[in-house]
C-alpha cells in the first residue's frame, strides 16, 4: 500500500484528536479547551508503547521516555490546500520538520496542530499524527514508512543542532524536489544531490552527517515514495520550509553575496577608471 493513498477517503473538515494515554484527565481538558476541539471530534489515544515502536533505534530511548503526553489535532483540509502545522510547547522539533516528515508519510491538505500540557521534545507527536491520518482516511500507512518519516524528523532536529534549524528544514526539501526531479541511481548520484542542494545553501556538512542523509533516502527509495506527490506538496509549503531565507541568518547570508557582487562590480569599476586615467 502506497503512502500517496493515504487520503483517499478522508472528507474535508473531519477533525481527529490525538490524546497522550498517560494525560491526566485535568491535562485532557486542558488540551482540548485549548484546542477548541469541536463536539463531533473523534478522539483516539496514542500510548508510549507506539512511540516506542517507530522511535527506538531512532533516538534514545530515555529521550523517548515512559509516558506519552503530546497530543495533536488533524483537520482534513480542501484538496490542493497543502500542509498546515502549528506547535505549542513543543521544544525540539519545528513546525517546518513535522511538515516535511508527514509529507514522506504520504499525509497532505490539512490543517494540523501539535501541543503538550508542558514543554516537551516532539518526538513522539508524529506517531500520532500518523494514527490520526489513518483513522480519517481509512488506510494504513505502512510501518516502514512510519519508521522512515521518524527518522527523517529526528535527523533533521539533530542538523538543525549544527546547521540551524531552517537551514535544516530547507536542505532536507531541497534533496527531495531535487530527487522527485532526477532520481538517483546509485549512492554516489545520491550524494552529488545532498552536495549540490547543501552549497547552493551555503551549508557545510560532515562526512558523517552526508553518509547519514544517504542512508535516510536510501531507506525512503525502497519505500516507493510518490515523489511526484512529495514535490507538489513542498512547493505548496514552500513558504514555510523556506522560512530561512527570510529570518535575520538568512537575510544576513543574502546580504553578504549582495555585499560580495558590489565589492566585485566597484573593482571592475575602479580599474576601468584607473585606465582612463593613464589614457
Known amino acids: 500500500m502506497y503512502p500517496a493513498?493515504?487520503?483517499?477517503?478522508?472528507?474535508?473538515?473531519?477533525?481527529?484528536?490525538?490524546?497522550?494515554?498517560?494525560?491526566?484527565?485535568?491535562q485532557k481538558q486542558q488540551i482540548l479547551s485549548e484546542m477548541n476541539a469541536p463536539e463531533n471530534a473523534q478522539i483516539i489515544t496514542v500510548s508510549n508503547a507506539e512511540e516506542h515502536k517507530y522511535l527506538d533505534g531512532v533516538v534514545p530511548k530515555a529521550q523517548i521516555g515512559t509516558r506519552a503526553i503530546s497530543s495533536s489535532m488533524i483537520t482534513i483540509g480542501p484538496k490542493d490546500s497543502g500542509l498546515d502545522v502549528e506547535t505549542h510547547n513543543i521544544s525540539w522539533v519545528t513546525e517546518e520538520m513535522y511538515t516535511n516528515a508527514l509529507i514522506t508519510a504520504g499525509v497532505k491538505d490539512a490543517k494540523i496542530y501539535i501541543t503538550a500540557p508542558f514543554r516537551v521534545s516532539g518526538t513522539a507527536a508524529l506517531t500520532g499524527l500518523m494514527k490520526a491520518y489513518e483513522v480519517s482516511s481509512d488506510k494504513v500507512i505502512p510501518d516502514e514508512v512510519k519508521k522512515v518519516a521518524n527518522e527523517e524528523m529526528v535527523?533533521?532536529?539533530?542538523?538543525?543542532?549544527?546547521?540551524?534549524?531552517?537551514?535544516?528544514?530547507?536542505?532536507?526539501?531541497?534533496?527531495?524536489?531535487?530527487?522527485?526531479?532526477?532520481?538517483?541511481?546509485?549512492?554516489?548520484?545520491?550524494?552529488?544531490?545532498?552536495?549540490?542542494?547543501?552549497?547552493?545553501?551555503g551549508i557545510t556538512l560532515t562526512e558523517d552527517e552526508i553518509n547519514s542523509l544517504i542512508s535516510l533516502f536510501n531507506k525512503m527509495k525502497n519505500l516507493n515514495i510518490d515523489?511526484?506527490?512529495?514535490?507538489?506538496?513542498?512547493?505548496?509549503?514552500?513558504?514555510?520550509?523556506?522560512?530561512?531565507?527570510?529570518?535575520?541568518?538568512?537575510?544576513?547570508?543574502?546580504?553578504?553575496?549582495?555585499?560580495?557582487?558590489?565589492?566585485?562590480?566597484?573593482?571592475i569599476k575602479s580599474a576601468f577608471t584607473s585606465t582612463d586615467q593613464q589614457k
Open 5 to 26: 493513498m493515504a487520503a483517499a477517503d478522508a472528507a474535508e473538515g473531519d477533525v481527529i484528536i490525538t490524546l497522550g494515554e498517560n494525560l491526566t484527565e485535568q
Open 227 to 267: 515523489w511526484n506527490q512529495v514535490n507538489d506538496q513542498l512547493s505548496k509549503a514552500k513558504d514555510k520550509l523556506s522560512t530561512f531565507l527570510q529570518s535575520e541568518e538568512g537575510k544576513t547570508f543574502i546580504q553578504n553575496i549582495i555585499d560580495i557582487l558590489k565589492e566585485i562590480w566597484n573593482a
Open 155 to 201: 535527523k533533521t532536529a539533530k542538523l538543525g543542532e549544527s546547521i540551524g534549524n531552517d537551514k535544516a528544514v530547507a536542505l532536507l526539501a531541497g534533496i527531495k524536489e531535487e530527487i522527485s526531479k532526477n532520481p538517483p541511481k546509485t549512492d554516489a548520484d545520491l550524494r552529488s544531490i545532498i552536495e549540490k542542494v547543501a552549497n547552493d545553501l
